[in-house]
């Protein structure tokens, strides 16, 4: 008969745990060395690359009518509401009308002293009075928004475009109290009624989400140009900040520009020439 | 006389416990939808995964597939078997709805029976139903 100590035992039962413990990890190494290759994910080709995405709006060859056609553009493109229509009675039935207020924008005209209440001198020239500011997210190198964001649903890419996952977006609307601009908004109704004609090539959003520009991501991975600078007649540029040969940079550089609430340090990309 | 009583009762226990079996065998059970093809998808063939990789694991491939888009602007995805798509939901030839074109035949039958709701389609839209 084999007598064994506990001592004997032990030892045997540890080295027979090391040895299960270790068969997994063999196995995952078996396994990798011979695994077919892996999917790739890949940027398109023709899509439009940045170091840092930026725009410039030239404001003398902002006129009225040119304004509503970049916001028209802009906003049936993305399937942003509009909550001043009424909701069609047979496709929505039940759906009551919004109060006024409420509005959901991602471009939109501001007047000059609305968007820099900074910049507002005592004797300003006559002419910023009623000159038509189009004002959008400002897609800043420093981003509040994204510093509020709880749950990284707003966050800055790589290419300086300050975008939103509206799947992770759980609607606490930090970021609209981050943001100096007021470039986001909050949707509080279900937004689909509203929506005059819904474009296929974009989603729209839901209840209880934030909305906002997004520099129209889904055209540069494309490779085209954002609706806005499409529909503005040349009074819109949106290029590299980052490459000193862009068509942006050498507009900066022959102009004088200006940016919104640069004061409190959230290096705006979009500029102004006044 | 106890020995009986014990018999009887572990006949009805057994019958109670077996009782779902039972059922389902005297009514009469829908067998689970299988997702149809059509259109395209049923001359090509060849989705980003094989059938039943992409039965069970679909819901993760949409995951990675969001982020990718989202947060890398990674849009083209090369499958394991050479095959190229572009990572969108109903945007687009090469996308999920390009390819299987009827939303309530493909997604919806399986997602009813198996009474999942997912919430993809508050945001995105079927390209058919707004026509």
């Known amino acids: 008969m084999m007598i064994k100590s506990r001592r004997s035992f032990l030892k045997v039962a540890g080295i027979a745990a090391i040895g299960m413990g270790a068969a997994p990890v063999m196995n995952l190494a078996a396994s990798e060395s011979h695994g077919s290759a892996l999917p790739k994910m890949e940027k398109n080709e023709e899509a439009l690359h940045a170091k840092r995405w930026g725009m410039l709006i030239d404001t003398s060859k902002l006129t009225d009518e040119v304004v509503e056609a970049i916001k028209d553009a802009c906003h049936k493109s993305h399937n942003v509401p509009d909550f001043t229509i009424e909701p069609d009675a047979e496709k929505y039935s039940g759906v009551r009308p919004v109060r006024e207020g409420q509005e959901i924008k991602w471009i939109w005209d501001e007047h000059f002293h609305n968007a820099f209440p900074d910049k507002e001198d005592e004797f300003l020239a006559e002419k910023f009075h009623d000159l038509p500011f189009l004002v959008t997210c400002n897609h800043c190198k420093n981003p509040p928004c994204v510093q509020a964001c709880p749950t990284q649903a707003t966050f800055k890419r790589e290419d300086g475009i300050v975008i939103m996952d509206y799947h992770r977006c759980i609607g606490c609307r930090f970021c609209m109290a981050a943001c100096p601009y007021g470039s986001r908004n909050f949707n509080f109704r279900d937004p689909r009624p509203f929506i005059e004609e819904t474009d296929p090539d974009f989603p729209t959003r839901t209840k209880g989400v934030v909305e906002k520009c997004n520099l129209c991501a889904e055209r540069l991975a494309k490779g085209e140009q954002p609706h806005c600078v499409e529909a503005s007649e040349g009074a819109i540029v949106v290029g590299d900040l980052e490459d000193p040969e862009s068509e942006i940079r050498h507009l900066l550089a022959e102009h004088y520009t200006i940016r919104r609430k640069q004061s409190l340090g959230t290096e705006p990309s979009v500029y102004y020439i006044v | ?131």
């Open chain 2, 1 to 131: 006389m106890s020995k009986n009583m014990i018999m009887a009762g572990l006949v009805v226990f057994v019958l109670a416990v077996l009782s779902p079996f039972w059922l389902n065998l005297i009514t009469s059970t829908q067998a689970a939808p299988e997702p149809e093809l059509l259109g395209k998808a049923a001359k090509v063939k060849k989705c980003v995964l094989d059938k039943y990789e992409m039965r069970a694991e679909h819901m993760y491939l949409l995951d990675v597939w969001r982020d990718s888009v989202v947060r890398d602007a990674a849009r083209k995805y090369t499958g394991t078997n050479g095959e190229t798509f572009n990572m969108s939901l109903s945007t687009g030839e090469n996308s999920c709805l390009g390819c299987h074109e009827d939303k309530a035949k493909f997604c919806d039958s399986c997602h009813d029976y198996a009474s999942v709701s997912p919430y993809c389609w508050e945001c995105h839209t079927n390209p058919k139903e707004i026509e």
